[in-house]
């Protein structure tokens, strides 16, 4: 049999090493999850600089349609009192 110091001593151990082991495995999962978030933030900057100019770009279109909604107006209201 065994003495239970000696046995003691080795569940020890075993439970270090599988500790050291868990610990291994959590780190580079966190690694992989911090790239994947990387990932996943560049990806958002990205998409929110391609909203942003593109309504700028509708906001500039906007602007060009409502002018000449404006202008055809005024000349209707010059067409229309002209009568």
Known sequence: ???PENQTLRVLIEFRNEF???KA???QRFTRID???AHI???LDHL???FSGM???NQYLLGGIQGRFENTER???ILEQDR
């Open 48 to 50: 929110a600089q391609s």
């Open 25 to 27: 495995e959590t780190e």
């Open 1 to 3: 049999m065994i003495e």
């Open 55 to 57: 309504v700028m770009g």
């Open 41 to 43: 933030e560049e990806r």
């Open 75 to 77: 000349r209707l209201t």
């Open 35 to 37: 790239e994947r978030l």
């Open 20 to 22: 050291r082991q868990f």
